[in-house]
């Protein structure tokens, strides 16, 4: 079994920064993609940011030069810096990963983590 299991969230004021970290743990040969996604109330589940174990990411355009995406895969912990920080950041960011186990390959995913920006 693989967990996911997120920190850092927390009230932060607008133009703030604040870093998000998830570190996976279980039994897994390897951990391929990992990310981060968003709820806003009210809406969607939203991609924010991906990399893969070769260290290649994407980012959603909302986000794009002020945030960014990380990871060290001798921890097996990704790392969301949020600079700059928007009320519509709101959100619960939930960590992400895509995993390799003895019986399969399987998408998981943390508990989540409150991210409210607000003055």
């Known amino acids: 079994q693989v967990q996911l299991v997120e920190s850092g969230g927390g009230l932060v004021q607008p133009g703030g920064s604040l870093r998000l970290s998830c570190a996976a743990s279980?039994?897994?040969?390897?951990?391929?993609?990992m990310g981060w996604y968003r709820q806003a109330p009210g809406k969607q589940r939203e991609l924010v940011a991906a990399v893969t174990n070769g260290g290649s990411t994407n980012y959603a355009d909302s986000v794009k030069g002020r945030f960014t995406i990380s990871r060290d895969n001798a921890k097996n912990t990704v790392y969301l810096q949020m600079n700059s920080l928007k009320p519509e950041d709101t959100a619960v960011y939930y960590c992400?990963?895509?995993?390799?186990?003895?019986?399969?390959?399987?998408?998981?995913w943390g508990q989540g983590t409150q991210v409210p920006v607000s003055s």
């Open positions: 992400t990963a895509i995993v390799t186990t003895i019986q399969a390959i399987d998408h998981y």
């Open positions: 279980g039994s897994f040969f390897s951990i391929n993609t």
